[in-house]
């Protein structure tokens, strides 16, 4: 198995964002589902930090094993044979948008990870916390030697900021050329010790995207009984009965700002706060 070496890497040429991009609150989730293929969601945006591939993040439909809908990608196949170097010769970054952190609040970020190639190994796979307006940076999480074709759940370890305000995070690939697609997906910051959006909430539940600017998907492995939609005053703005492993909610007639969706089935009941654009 290769190890990997910190390399210093050249300039590197960026993907513009396109869209007109406000700050996200917690709890947040990336939206990939809405992403036009292959390009990212809008806000989020990609380097390349080598110039032996300029390939960076882009968004995939699949079908992906351990992995559902949509999801990022890099690839580092570049079409040379490579090999040879000594450090990795190939990577890129992965900046989500804007979000806002406040000072004193503990936050964890999780997201899935995978090598589409059980006989490649991907050197490094890093996670960094940013604020860019004044040269702040946090690191989050390291993965060395990324293989194995299977999928990597991760939780960061609580961390928090030293100023309210707007953070990014950066997710970085370094590696050797030719070692394999790396996957990620399920991107989701919320405050430590609460359930997030995206995240499952029981085995075999999910809801996404957070925020919504349209529908909202619910999907679980126990068949849902009734879903009901708050307000952020605790007004009751939906009811709706389902029966069913899945369901969809229209959320483009709400206004703006945070709700709170209730999942009754079986006679349990989970809240998850959601934020609608």
Known sequence: MKKITFPIFLLCLSQQIAAQCDSFTVPYTATTENAVLPGLPDCMASNYTAFTSD???????????????KLLSYDTYTGSEGGGAMMPTIGAELYTNKII???????????????SDAAKT???FGVQL?????????????????????VTNAVSAPFTVPATGDYTFKFDVES???????????????????????????????????????RLTINSDNQLDK???????????????????????????????????????????????????
């Open 55 to 69: 390939a960076l993040f882009v968004s995939t439909s699949g079908p992906v094993a351990g992995f559902s809908g």
């Open 101 to 115: 952190l406040e000072q004193g609040t503990q936050y964890v970020i999780s997201y899935r990870y995978a090598n």
């Open 122 to 124: 991907i050197g490094r």
């Open 130 to 150: 940013q604020q860019p307006d004044n040269g702040y940076y946090q690191d989050i999480a390291t993965h060395l030697n990324v293989t194995g074709a299977t």
């Open 176 to 214: 050797f050329e030719n070692q394999g697609k790396f996957y990620l997906d399920d991107i989701s910051v919320k405050v430590s010790g609460v359930m997030a959006v995206g995240q499952n909430l029981l085995p075999g539940t999910m809801v996404y995207p957070n925020p919504t600017n349209s």
């Open 227 to 277: 879903i009901e939609i708050y307000n952020i005053t605790g007004q009751r703005v939906s009811s709706e009965p389902v029966n069913a492993l899945s369901h969809e909610v229209d959320m483009s007639k709400f206004s703006a700002g945070i709700y709170i969706v209730t999942l009754h089935w079986g006679g349990a009941i989970k809240k998850v706060k959601i934020y609608k654009e």
